[in-house]
């Protein structure tokens, strides 16, 4: 029986954490080159990358319950099983990569009529995501390679592909954003081609390096991939839950931005930058929360089940500090976070009190995420779903009613998330105190 120290805990989050960051960069980069092209353009990228967002976090829920059975045969020590698990995933992702790239050609502009009542905007949108979605087929084999080595905790190959990632869109957001080094001015539409390449360039890195640096015959991936259809229904029997979550959480935070949006091009340009900041300041908290996920089910796997809550806590120690950190930062220099994304003004004065109310909600989150989180890593992810189901559907209802019948300023509209976190927090904390999750088998 292990229990995890602190510098345990550092060595599996820091490279998440720098992984994280420096995907965030090409979130960061996309919202500030085009904050500097147009109020249109900031707002369909928001719109569009929201929906995309959507789509992926199906892809990203079956990671994460494949992430759990992963995390869980390395604490047994049944290395060899933890290959069949990653070859299924594959397959699984790549089959419905290519079933969502063809509804989405298909149906995403009757979809984007329906939820954008701006013409402008509408146009926009549905040119970037004509391009965005290619990108499908690499980025749902991408979150499967993260479930490997999250899982067993071999994450320092997660910082180096973000970095690859990051460079490669950036450098590409800069040239087809604004038509430098002999690319044409592609605007928009040169954002959403750099991110798939950019993913492109994420998936052969991970591949390159898995089959260079990783032991293939000790994990069970010297082989060809062959379908197993009781392998995957059980890795289903885990991710279905985890994928519903994360689709209806996003979904959601989508109803949040219809609802910004109707305030006007200004508000949703205010949103869309708030939302980057607020994206960039939670990397601390979802790299600890990724870590407390894979390392709970570490620890139940080698027998450690007594020191589960003792590990959660110290995580969430960790998690309110930095998060205390980062807040005072961003509270004392305002400006200076929004000055990265635009140079007008007027826009900034608007978001500053919205930067408030975010600081207030990412101190909830660095609490309510590590213990939710640790919820799943128990394997319980149908307690989790339905514990962020109910969450979510106040969370619905508080939008409906202060965006879109109040019509609120948008920082009382980010309210909603200090909402969202209070009320997981408190229900994750009941159910960890009363339920019986210790004897969940995966």
């Given amino acids: 029986m292990k229990m995890y120290t602190n510098k345990d805990i550092w060595n599996v989050s820091y490279p998440i954490l720098l992984g994280l960051l420096a995907q965030n960069i090409i979130n960061v980069t996309d919202t500030a080159f085009l904050g500097r092209v147009g109020e249109v353009e900031l707002g369909a990228s ?11 976090t199906v892809a990203f829920g079956f990671s994460t319950g494949s992430q759990i059975m992963i995390a869980r045969r390395n604490g047994e020590g049944r290395f060899k099983d933890i290959g069949g698990i990653m070859m299924q995933g594959c397959m699984f992702l790549w089959v419905m990569a290519a079933v969502l790239f063809g509804l989405c050609q298909w149906a995403m502009g009757d979809i984007v009529r329906v939820l954008i009542s701006s ?32 899982g067993i905790t071999h994450t320092k190959i997660l910082t180096w592909n973000a970095i690859v990632m990051a460079v490669v869109n950036v450098a590409l957001d800069y040239a087809m954003i604004f038509g430098h ?69 996003m979904a959601t935070w989508f109803v949040f931005f219809m609802a910004v949006e109707r305030l006007g091009q200004r508000e949703l340009a205010v949103a869309n930058i708030i939302r980057s900041i607020y994206v960039v300041l939670l990397i601390p908290v979802q790299a600890l929360s990724t870590s407390a996920n894979s390392l709970v089910s570490n620890l139940i796997g080698s027998g450690g089940i007594d020191n589960v809550m003792k590990l959660m806590n110290r995580i969430a120690g960790f998690s309110f500090l930095i998060a205390i950190g980062c807040v ?42 590590i213990y939710f989180n640790g919820i799943s890593g128990t394997g319980n992810t149908r307690a989790a779903l339905f514990l962020e ?39 994750s904390v009941i159910y960890l105190k009363k339920a019986k999750w210790q004897n969940k088998k995966i």
């Fill in 119 to 150: 013409d402008a905007i509408y146009d926009a949108t549905c040119d970037f995501l004509h391009w965005r979605v290619y990108g499908f087929f690499f980025t749902f084999i991408n979150v499967m390679f993260r479930a490997l080595y999250i």
């Fill in 46 to 56: 928001a719109m569009g990358g929201l929906l995309y967002i959507c789509v992926f």
């Fill in 389 to 427: 189901t109910g969450t979510l559907v106040v969370y619905a209802i508080y939008i409906f009613v202060i965006g879109m019948w109040m019509k609120a300023p948008v920082y009382v509209c980010f309210s909603t998330e200090v909402l969202y976190y209070g009320l997981m927090f408190l229900l």
């Fill in 181 to 249: 080094w002999g690319f044409p001015e592609m605007g928009l539409k040169g954002a959403a081609i750099a991110s798939v390449i950019a993913e492109t360039a994420s998936f052969l890195f991970c591949l390159g390096y898995t089959l260079i640096r990783i032991d293939l015959k000790k994990y069970g991936l010297n082989h060809l991939p062959y379908f197993n259809p009781s392998l995957l229904s059980r890795i289903l029997g885990i991710s279905c839950f985890t994928m519903i979550q994360y689709f209806i959480s």
């Fill in 328 to 369: 005072c930062v961003m509270a004392i220099f305002p400006e200076a976070f929004l000055a990265i994304y635009t140079n007008d003004g007027a826009l900034i004065s608007e978001s500053v009190p919205s930067v408030y109310m975010i600081g207030v909600a990412i101190l909830v989150a660095s609490l309510s995420n």
